[in-house]
């Protein structure tokens, strides 16, 4: 089966976003009101094939250990797994 | 001594490490990153740039380089491996030093020369500076700051594997002025600030040059 995923990489909490306080900043200096807080990560969407979900879920996680998150610095949450008909 | 410096594509400063092992006097070559043979080397050197653009994270990708396989069996051998830069972040990521490089805190591209501290001499790369010696040195990076746990930053104080710390401002942000570490055995080193860039008196500095001539390897002593 083939299979559409969106995987999320995020900077860890409480390290240091830098990136996320400058849009922060940006933000508020736009004059957008009562702002919290900003983070940034990236989202990758990957078109995989695979024999079910769980096997795809289980994949992505080994991708993510592997490359596509670095544990120091980052998470990882796999948001959708969609199959193709 | 031979020294091979590491060439991925998106180095860049390959060649300023070339330079500053020939004018120490040592037979150098180039190693291509496809290449899988690093047995002739007695030092590797992975040079500063840009591998693979920086996608992803810096060092991510050139991590699984062919030659990298050569590399870790250089280190786990207890050969002197040194990551300038780029070869630093490449080195984290590898998991042959602990932490991660991250975006400095100030967002901006840094550089500039800075002022170091040598904190150990435990290593083939600081063996000839003495402890608390100050050093220039320039840095030239976006992603420098160096982050790790709680327990891995105190064991890297503990255990003297902090070998170079900024003195005066902190260039990117990076725990503890962290500017240079070591693997426990001490023959891994990984730093930001660029020795090759400072091995002749008309780079601004020659506080380098020590570092390349690795005269301590050369007498066997470390």
Known sequence: MKFTARVRVMP????????????????????????????????????????????VRERLGAMCEKLLANPVTEDYAVDTVEAQR | MKVAVVRFPGSNCDADAYHA???AGHETEFVWHRSTDLAQADVVVLPGGFSYGDYLRPG????????MKAVEAHARAGRPLLGICNGFQILCEARLLPGALARNAHLSFVCR????????????????????????????????????????LERLERTGRVVFRYVGANPNGASRDIAGIANEEGNVVGMMPHPERAVEPILGSSDGSRMFALAALAAGVA
Do not use: N
Not at chain 2, 123 to 151: S, W
């Open chain 2, 60 to 67: 991510a990708i050139a991590r699984f380089s062919p030659v």
């Open chain 2, 21 to 23: 092992a020939l004018l």
């Open chain 1, 12 to 55: 860890r909490s409480g390290l240091l976003d830098p990136q996320g306080q400058a849009i922060e900043h940006a933000l508020a200096s736009l004059g957008f009101e009562r702002v919290g807080s900003v983070r940034v990560g990236r989202e990758l969407e990957i078109a995989l094939e695979a024999d079910s979900e769980a096997q």
């Open chain 2, 113 to 152: 020369p800075v002022r170091l501290k040598v904190e150990s001499d435990a290593t083939p790369f600081t063996a000839p500076y003495r402890v608390g010696e100050e050093l220039i040195m320039p840095v030239a990076h976006g992603d420098g700051r160096y982050v790790a746990d709680e327990a891995t």
